[in-house]
């Protein structure tokens, strides 16, 4: 973390390429993309968190292609942001994902990311995210020209292979290191796995050894603690942290040892703020409600909370609805969460 805030410092005045994208970053603890839940608001709000990188969820360079304005919602940035912000894209050709640059860079974006992750079946059978890592050899053809169109740097993002009988990390990584990549982030588990079962440490620790560009590890963290033992067990350059920070949106904070003095509500507050500047009130209900529920999650009654909100019609509601819960709940320990409770269990990624 120290070495990256100075080696930020130090080297802002080179070029990116020389100075490496992952030099700019606020610190080793970052946000991973999530659709659905990744838009502006909530980078924003994981910004105040002291987030050490931000991506978006994933955006289809085809959407951005017909100029849909959901899809350009999807890719906003929040003025100021503490750290680099990247946008992820998936696409069935580079010269798509080429063309959706041009649009990125519009954004303010520091960097694209590619998603080569997503286990979605209408997403694998174009041969966009986790098929991408079936051929190695076409994979660093795709990337490469990617590379060779656009101005931005550029970033990947996978899983350990298609299935344990395919698991071509190691060439995938190589793949991506040859095309002038800045870093891989690697969701420890098969596109066969979905999220089911554990993300593989091991594999990401191995390869962090042989990779010669930084790599970051990704799956099932859950604390504070875990990030810290993880990226200093396995050498990782940075860990990334997705559903954990749904039921801890305070952990970034945590991670680098910073007060985080927990208030739902003061959070809650913020978000809607965020929300409000953004979104239209049908969309501000659906999301408010969706990380209320989240912030709930392990405390006791929040199964009742979580179904009080479903039946709460404006934002109003969910916020008195949330103070009655919180309130209650404020002296209360903060929840623990089991490795093997199930939570979100599917994503794009
Ligand atoms: C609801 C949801 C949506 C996701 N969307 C994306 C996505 O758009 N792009 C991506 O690369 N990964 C996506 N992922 C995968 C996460 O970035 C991450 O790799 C995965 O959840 C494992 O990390 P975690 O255990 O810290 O959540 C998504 C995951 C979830 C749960």
């Not at 969820?57 to 899809?71: D, I, Q, R």
């Not at 680098?256 to 208030?263: E, I, K, L, M």
Request: net charge positive.
């Amino acid at each position: 973390m120290n070495l990256m805030q100075s080696s930020h410092l130090s080297d802002s005045s080179l070029p990116q390429t020389q100075a490496g994208l992952i030099t700019r970053a606020r610190g080793p603890f970052w946000l991973a993309p999530m659709a659905g839940i990744t838009d502006v608001c909530f980078r924003q709000l994981m910004d105040e968190m002291l987030a050490g990188v931000l991506i978006s969820e994933l955006v289809s360079a085809k959407g951005l292609f017909y100029n849909s304005e959901k899809t350009r919602k999807m890719m906003r940035i929040h003025k100021n942001p503490g750290t680099i912000v990247g946008v992820q894209l998936f696409g069935e050709s580079p010269e798509d994902i080429v063309q959706a640059v041009n649009v990125v860079e519009e954004t303010g974006a520091d960097f694209v990311d590619i998603n080569m992750g997503c286990p979605v079946k209408k997403v694998v059978k174009k041969g966009c995210g986790a098929a991408l890592m079936r051929d190695p050899a076409y994979l660093e053809t795709f990337l490469s020209t990617i590379k060779k169109g656009i101005r931005l740097p550029l970033t990947v993002k996978m899983r350990t292979g298609w299935n344990e009988n395919e698991l071509t990390i190691h060439e995938c990584v190589q793949a991506a290191y040859n095309s002038g990549c800045e870093w891989v982030a690697i969701h420890g588990r098969t596109r066969a796995q979905g999220y089911e079962g554990k993300a593989n440490w091991d594999l990401i620790a191995e390869v962090k050894n042989r990779a010669k560009l930084p790599i970051i590890g990704n799956g099932d963290i859950r604390s504070a603690d875990q990030a810290k033992r993880r990226l200093q067990d396995t050498g990782v350059d940075a860990v990334m942290i997705g559903r954990g920070a749904l039921r801890n949106p305070w952990i970034f904070k945590e991670c680098v040892g910073v007060d985080a003095q927990r208030s739902s509500i003061e959070l809650l507050n913020r978000y809607l703020n965020g929300l409000r500047e953004n979104y239209d009130t049908r969309s501000i209900l659906i999301l408010l409600r969706k990380f209320s529920s989240w912030l709930a999650f392990g405390y006791p009654g929040a199964a009742k909370f979580r179904k009080n909100m479903f039946e709460c019609y404006s934002a109003a509601e969910v916020m008195q609805q949330a103070e009655n819960f919180f309130n209650q709940v404020a002296r209360l320990p903060t929840p623990c969460f089991e490795d093997s409770e199930a939570f979100m269990m599917g994503g794009h990624g």
